[in-house]
Nanobody, 122 residues
Framework: QVQLVESGGGLVQAGGSLRLSCAAS????????MGWFRQAPGKEREFVAA????????YYADSVKGRFTISRDNAKNTVYLQMNSLKPEDTAVYYC???????????????WGQGTQVTVSS
């Protein structure tokens, strides 16, 4: 059982930065790959980034490559998403999930957080 809670969302201007955090309960966090997802109003949920259980492998959607960085600290049971050069089209509710690395891009996770709102003004 893994409980996930996102934080760090908010309102920023285009070109600004935010760092999202996803805190997990328990001591099984390091057994899972982790992913970040987002869903904007009227759009399907989309994959943003993923990181392997050990943190050695990372994957990004083309839309965020070079701007976003995913990382994890297993000792703190936390995964992060550093978002730089934010654009209005990044506006969405951001979710973190724990699951199998090859399934995360299909929005299939074993555990999901409740989401945090990110709004980027133009």
């Amino acid at each position: 059982q893994v409980q996930l809670v996102e934080s760090g969302g908010g309102l920023v201007q285009a070109g600004g930065s935010l760092r999202l955090s996803c805190a997990a309960s328990g001591r099984t966090f390091s057994s899972y790959a982790m992913g970040w997802f987002r869903q904007a109003p009227g759009k399907e949920r989309e994959f943003v980034a993923a990181i392997s259980w050990g943190g050695s492998s990372t994957y990004y959607a083309d839309s965020v490559k070079g701007r976003f960085t995913i990382s994890r600290d297993n000792a703190k049971n936390t995964v992060y998403l550093q978002m730089n050069s934010l654009k209005p089209e990044d506006t969405a509710v951001y979710y973190c999930a724990a699951g199998q690395l090859w399934l995360l891009p299909k929005q299939q996770g074993d555990y999901w957080g409740q989401g945090t709102q990110v709004t980027v003004s133009s």
